[in-house]
């Protein structure tokens, strides 16, 4: 395994601050009602609330709300019953404040966020007129770069991280956007972002969550007058014609839609016209200019005295190699090969020259038929598809293919129900279906692939899709076969490859996230589904269980963290959980209560995908660009953000890695970066390990009903 250069400099987007700059700072508790029910919302909002009514700079951090103004009780009382009467709904449960006695020192936390959410916001306007102007994208939408600040603790010191964002934002507003709908449902999931700014500068954007009504019809105009904040958004909703929709934000805002500008996901592309290649080339910064507009936003802060020296690794020593957590990238392939796992065609060269590491029991003979039935919904003729296939299965030590090809006259249910019941007739191993459209991302969009794979579950038969837009790529067809090839044999019981060196230190790895489906008019959700895979400590897939649940927020319910730890398999075993983001509530302490009462052991990694700045490395010839797979950033004993995928076209995202056990943060980096390694569904290294990897799609489907039979599955199905 090759070792990572580190005699050249490393540096991340943080920077040291001037803790000179902070002023003296004042700290107070929330008094509700119902203690620790939606604290952290109400501790935002009425921040922004003070901030307007007295002056000075209020954050929400550690559960407090930080000021740096003295203010008397009979003041600050007087604002919080105004605050009250305007948004009586949203501060219900909020009885008052408490002041923290003048002993109280704000934390290193406390100082990070209240420089980067307060002192920096300072200077919103002035940083975001350096990133202007915005870049036109064709002639309907335009890409604008925006910058975000976010306080950070390393090594005990109060650090801020300066990210850049690239937005597609459409060029027509929602309103008019919106007129083009046929239901004004279709608005919930798009993301949008206020018109106007704030008086500090910053942008509000979210997620739309539902739509409230029609304004002046369902909804009184003078409560949204009473709740605005802005004179610049009462003017909007005092300008708003009667019956104008109003909506939903993440985070509880309600706004006129003639408010808002759209901001275009890339799943959204397709159903904005949205051309994907420019929109990528656009949006995605390489390494060298993406430090350089960092650069210019962290020397507003250095002029300001606010920030100072950025973290590198020729001053600071929080940068290590993946060799310091004793990661080692090779595998066992056929025959007990152990290669160094390299991906691409070196992976499939491997795959090829030695075997899989293991087959099924049903396929263990190589002369036994692999029958694939394919039921062609496309116009396309499939001869050097098939062959293209063939030989890459041939390859894998398959050497007797059978198809059996039935085209379906359209992409309706019903003919795709006849077409596999002709293809069913044969008794194949496996179905695959190619058909149009069938990559469309869109939330809304059933389309011909879920018809496709509903089906193709009720009868319990493995399957695979391909778009008809894929096999035109006629060059690249023994590339795109390879991937097909690969999901196939692993649809089908084998295991193409192990780690060569097992987590000693668990029996099982188990990522859980939560799919959710938004609700259309009003607000929570119609129905979530907790999702977790399990992985064995030398990496091959176990078993996946998809439960549907209702939901409230992000926190997995008591009976169904329980019910992903059955007795009989996780008795006095050593599990890790890796968890999609931040663990919820009380789920900790839920499932170390199970795990007590089983006799096992169990360890927290939080995987956080997003947030986290962006590492570079400066080359000899002073070129910057991404720092090798597995380079680390320690921030603590327990937190590190590590690089653990590879591009060329743009800047590494690294993922924030937390451990809220006694596992070591060393081994639950490698945990995470061991099982990068292990995607049996691509020849490409994904950025999550694969215990979260495809957590999303197989919540997707099962929210769209197709899940397994019980529950659960010991086939990766969604490959």
């Given at each position: 395994?090759?070792?990572?250069?580190?005699?050249?400099?490393?540096?991340?987007?943080?920077?040291?601050?001037?803790?000179?700059?902070?002023?003296?700072?004042?700290?107070?508790?929330?008094?509700?009602?119902?203690?620790?029910?939606?604290?952290?919302?109400?501790?935002?909002?009425?921040?922004?609330?003070?901030?307007?009514?007295?002056?000075?700079?209020?954050?929400?951090?550690?559960?407090?709300?930080?000021?740096?103004?003295?203010?008397s009780d009979e003041k600050l009382k007087k604002a919080i019953q105004e605050v009250k009467s305007r948004e009586s709904n949203d501060f219900k449960i909020l009885q008052g404040l408490i002041f923290i006695i003048d002993s109280w020192k704000p934390t290193a936390k406390m100082q990070a966020d209240f420089v980067a959410q307060g002192l920096f916001a300072d200077f919103n306007r002035e940083i975001t007129q350096i990133l202007q102007p915005a870049i036109p994208l064709g002639d309907k939408a335009r890409v604008e770069r925006h910058y975000e600040v976010r306080g950070w603790v390393v090594k005990e010191q109060p650090t801020v991280s300066i990210t850049i964002e690239s937005r597609v934002v459409f060029n027509q507003d929602l309103l008019t956007y919106a007129s083009t709908l046929s239901q004004p449902d279709e608005m919930v999931g798009l993301w949008v972002v206020d018109k106007n700014p704030y008086e500090n500068g910053q942008l509000y954007k979210g997620e739309i969550d539902a739509i409230l009504g029609r304004l002046d019809i369902e909804i009184d105009r003078n409560d949204l007058l009473h709740e605005a904040q802005r004179e610049t958004s009462r003017q909007l909703i005092q300008n708003a014609p009667q019956g104008e929709w109003v909506v939903t934000i993440s985070g509880g805002y309600n706004y006129v839609i003639s408010a808002l500008n759209i901001i275009v996901m890339s799943k959204h592309y397709q159903r904005f016209g949205i051309d994907t290649?420019?929109?990528?080339?656009?949006?995605?910064?390489?390494?060298?200019?993406?430090?350089?507009?960092?650069?210019?936003?962290?020397?507003?802060?250095?002029?300001?005295?606010?920030?100072?020296?950025?973290?590198?690794?020729?001053?600071?020593?929080?940068?290590?190699?993946?060799?310091?957590?004793?990661?080692?990238?090779?595998i066992v392939v056929g025959n007990g090969k152990t290669v160094e796992y390299k991906g691409g065609g070196d992976l499939i060269q491997q795959l090829t020259n030695f075997g899989l590491y293991s087959r099924s029991s049903n396929l263990s003979s190589a002369n036994q038929p692999l029958k694939i039935g394919i039921l062609n919904a496309s116009s396309l003729t499939l001869n050097d598809a098939q062959n293209a296939l063939r030989k890459q299965l041939q390859a894998f030590k398959f050497e007797a293919i059978e198809f059996e090809e039935i085209r379906s006259k359209n992409i309706s249910r019903v003919e795709f129900e006849r077409a596999i019941n002709?293809?069913?007739?044969?008794?194949?191993?496996?179905?695959?279906?190619?058909?149009?459209?069938?990559?469309?991302?869109?939330?809304?969009?059933?389309?011909?692939?879920?018809?496709?794979?509903?089906?193709?579950m009720r009868y319990n038969v493995p399957s695979q899709v391909i778009d008809q837009n894929t096999l035109k790529k006629t060059k690249s067809l023994p590339y795109i076969m390879q991937n097909v090839a690969l999901g196939i044999v692993t649809k089908l019981g084998n295991v193409p490859?192990?780690?060569?060196?097992?987590?000693?230190?668990?029996?099982?790895?188990?990522?859980?996230?939560?799919?959710?489906?938004?609700?259309?008019?009003?607000?929570?959700?119609?129905?979530?589904?907790?999702?977790?895979?399990?992985?064995?400590?030398?990496?091959?897939?176990?078993?996946c269980h998809v439960i549907e649940t209702p939901l409230e927020g992000e926190t997995v319910p008591a009976k169904v963290l329980r019910s992903l730890f059955p007795l009989n398999e996780f008795q006095g075993k050593r599990v890790i959980i890796h968890r999609d983001g931040f663990f919820r509530g009380n789920e900790i302490e839920i499932i170390q209560e199970h795990f007590k009462q089983i006799n096992a052991t169990v360890y927290f990694v939080e995987v956080i995908k997003s947030g986290a700045p962006r590492f570079y490395v400066e080359q000899r010839d002073k070129q910057v660009t991404n720092p090798e797979i597995g380079t680390i950033f320690n921030l603590s004993s327990n937190q590190a953000f590590m690089i653990t995928s590879e591009t060329k076209t743009a800047t590494s995202q690294p993922l924030q890695i937390r451990t809220l056990s006694s596992l070591t943060i060393g081994k639950a980096l490698l945990s995470v970066l061991n099982l990068t390694l292990m995607h049996y569904g691509s020849v490409r290294r994904p950025r999550l390990p694969v215990s979260l990897h495809y957590s999303d799609k197989i919540g997707y489907l099962a929210l769209r009903g197709l899940k397994p039979a019980n529950s659960q599955s010991d086939s990766m199905y969604w490959l």
């Open positions: 395994m090759s070792k990572m250069n580190f005699d050249l400099p490393h540096f991340v987007e943080m920077f040291e601050i001037q803790v000179d700059c902070i002023p003296k700072l004042f700290a107070y508790q929330l008094k509700l009602i119902k203690p620790g029910s939606g604290e952290v919302k109400i501790g935002r909002k009425l921040s922004d609330r003070l901030r307007r009514k007295l002056g000075g700079h209020w954050i929400w951090s550690e559960d407090k709300l930080i000021t740096d103004i003295e203010v290649q420019k929109a990528q080339e656009l949006t995605w910064i390489k390494p060298g200019e993406r430090c350089k507009l960092v650069e210019k936003v962290a020397q507003v802060g250095r002029d300001k005295k606010l920030i100072d020296k950025q973290w590198n690794s020729v001053d600071h020593k929080a940068f290590n190699p993946a060799s310091s957590i004793h990661y080692d990238s090779r002709q293809i069913l007739s044969r008794e194949p191993h496996l179905v695959l279906g190619i058909i149009p459209d069938s990559d469309s991302t869109d939330d809304e969009d059933w389309g011909p692939y879920f018809e496709f794979k509903s089906l193709m490859y192990v780690l060569a060196n097992s987590l000693d230190y668990a029996d099982f790895v188990m990522g859980i996230d939560i799919a959710r489906q938004k609700s259309k008019r009003g607000k929570g959700s119609l129905n979530a589904a907790a999702v977790a895979q399990i992985y064995h400590k030398l990496g091959q897939f176990q078993k």
